[in-house]
């Protein structure tokens, strides 16, 4: 195949060659030799060449800059980082004051104008990051491709043309927005020792631009105690010199980088790995002459060009890496856990009282207040894919996902994202079969109770069907226990009060398996870990026998920490304690703040966060699409709560949730299980509209009843 083949195949593809669409065609071109010329390797890794066309990280920040005059100037920051599998991200820092723009320009409106540019922007940074990947991947140096901008430009309408106006900075703002840049990095935990690092381009950066950042940076480093261990003398002396700063420094002055200056001399040296390179591009050294010979001998071999055979090295290198688990982690990054309603602060209960985590920083995020458990596979995975990034964004090492996120989204999501991923289903299977073991006692029947989505996806059955092929599994959905959980009160000793009424419903819900002869009984929703003792006094109660019980959320969290020191990423900090930070939403953080403190006795401050501040790059059709969910949630849990507060039977309760909320698909049901549904009987119907004179909220399930009914 030759390259001119190569060329007609994937031309059409890219009409307008800027760039990102120069290097995504370098990319395409390899791919296509490597089908034809080398299919076991394409075979293998076929998959992540979608990878090398999308950026690790797309971080989009806008900075308040404060101008000499006092005036306030947005200015906006991009910074984009291809690819880290072979180490830490490295590219140079721009200032961007014009770009040309595109024809046509002039007939847009100037909103569609500045987008359009602030893309070719992004585009342009991207596309420099790819380049970046890919020649440190050729020359076989450690790190990663990054690259990152500061946009110093107006885009304004003049005399019916669309311009680009440079924005003028003096030196004493160049330093400020330099320091601002630095802050914002580490803040971030994006830069850093493990981290990315920027470069001057040396055009329209220079390195005291690079002083400036790495001032701010290291200053932010030491404060914000995000040092290792190993990194001791460093630390000593930045805490030096922050001793001995007294007031407010003047903004030119470096003290913390001209402290540091034999540190960043030596670390750069490694981080540049100007050595390597030197060592491949040399003449006379014998790593270049092979480096030489090789190319030289592939491009005769498949009859292509060298540049087309250098293209090939770096991304079979690049593709072999990424192929690799556990790549891309930070030892002083965050866990991050994520759920709905109050369930992330119930992981994150059980995660403190592990006293190796006790150094980790944790942040917990209530994501919307959906049910999840209600909602179709595919708006779960598109979910948990802006999550997961912003949980990046974050600060993120490693990300805990809920039963209904890991069963539904886990699996796709870890082939794209290099950060882990963990979620309840392993770990609660593996005690099951730990119990088993340990007890030496045959485990004939495991109970499940889940949401709708954990059981329909068929993902328990899955994992228990790894471990046993005929213990029999029989599951049930309780779409009232989250919603239960999230409105009932906790008392002084945080633990849940649990009402009559409730108590009546866990009875009403569990009832169908307590009529099968259960060994085990996982409980597959983070949420329900809250009802544990009460499930064991009511099963005990309704059948005379002990019920061993595996929370889910419980082994979630030993199974985090069993795999952060199998993979030697635990906090390198030794006696600092670690933080622990809440974010939700604007409009759920007074109820959530005010169930974070009812759970953990202490006063919580939660962080009111649009999620599209935090990914960066939230496109308009995302924030539409989570606005949609949000109205959703309200309506949803309006409904479940009406439901729970009704003066219905328990029995009626459970049965109408089902009916609305419960398994529909039941093919999941497979050798030896089952999917059990409480009978949603007419005594029912006619009870639940005997009341809705009473009740207004009755009215509206009565109709929700009767559409489910037809569909």
Known sequence: MSIDYTQRQIGKNYPELNPLGKIHRRIDKVKLIIQKKDRDFYNKHCHLFKQLKEPRQRFID??????????????????????????????????????????????????????????????????????????????????????????????????????????????????RLSREIGNRLVKYRIMGPDGFWPEPDDVTTDE?????????????????????????????TLSIVHGRIEGERKILETPYHDAALIWLKEWRAIRRGETAMNELVSKT??????YRKQILRTALKHWIKPSVVRDMIAVKRLLSVTHLPFRDYRPNGQIVVMDTGIAPV??????????????????????????????????????????????????????????TM????????????????????????????????????????????????????????????????????????????????????????????????????????????????????????????????????????????????????????????????QNKILSLRIEQKGKVSYISSEEDAPGFARKVSEITGCAADVVPIDIGEVVGRLSEEDRLFQKTVAEESREDINLRAGIIDSNLSAGAKVAIADKLYGVKDKSVSRFNCEILSPELKDEHIQEIAGLTTQNKELLKILSHIKDATSQ
């Not at 001032?215 to 003398?233: I, S, V």
């Not at 050294?285 to 092979?290: D, L």
């Not at 996806?457 to 228990?464: F, L, P, Q, T």
């Not at 790894?466 to 009932?488: C, Q, R, W, Y």
């Open 62 to 175: 806008t900075i308040n800059l404060v101008l000499d005059n006092g005036a306030v100037k947005p200015i906006k920051f991009i910074l984009v980082q291809h690819n880290l599998a072979l180490g830490p991200g490295k590219g140079a820092l721009k200032f961007i004051k014009d770009v040309p723009l595109p024809k046509g320009i002039d007939k847009m409106s100037l909103q569609e104008a500045r987008n359009r540019v602030e893309k070719l922007i992004l585009e342009e940074v991207e596309a420099s990051a790819t380049a970046m990947s890919l020649r440190h991947a050729l020359y076989n140096v450690k790190l990663g491709g990054a690259s990152n901008a500061i946009v110093l430009m107006d885009i304004k309408e003049i005399k019916g043309k669309i311009k680009t106006i440079p924005i003028p900075l003096t030196r004493n703002e160049t330093a």
């Open 406 to 565: 890991d069963a539904n989204a886990r699996a796709t999501l870890e082939k794209e994202f290099s950060i882990p991923i963990l979620g309840p289903i392993v770990p609660a299977v593996e005690a099951v079969f730990r119990f088993e073991n340990a007890k030496g006692v045959v485990i004939k029947n495991i109970g499940l109770v889940a949401t709708k989505a954990t059981i329909e996806s068929g993902a328990y059955i899955k994992e228990i069907r790894s471990h046993n092929k005929e213990a029999g599994i029989f599951s049930v959905a309780a779409p009232l226990f989250a919603t239960m959980v999230d409105i009932s009160e906790f008392d002084k000793m945080r633990s849940q009060v649990v009402s009559q009424r409730n108590l009546s419903i866990i009875e009403a819900n569990l009832r169908p398996l307590m009529e099968k002869n259960i060994d085990v009984l996982i409980l597959g929703c983070t949420h329900y870990g809250v009802f544990k003792q009460a499930i064991r006094e009511i099963w005990k109660s309704c059948t005379g026998k002990e019920i061993h019980i595996v929370d889910s959320s419980r082994e979630l969290s030993h199974y985090t920490l069993a795999f952060l020191r």
């Open 208 to 236: 005291q631009i690079i002083n400036w950042v790495e001032d701010e940076a290291l200053k932010t480093l030491l404060l914000k105690h995000l040092l290792a261990p190993r990194d001791k003398d460093l630390l000593d």
């Open 285 to 290: 050294s014998k790593v270049g002459k092979h």
């Open 346 to 403: 119930i992981l994150q209960e059980h995660l403190s009282k592990l006293k190796k985590l006790s150094c980790e920083d944790i942040v917990v995020v209530s994501v919307l207040s959906k049910r999840l458990g209600g909602t179709i596979p595919k708006r779960i995975e598109q979910l948990c894919r802006i999550y997961v990034e912003a949980a990046y964004n974050l600060g993120a090492k490693i990300v805990l996902f809920c039963n």
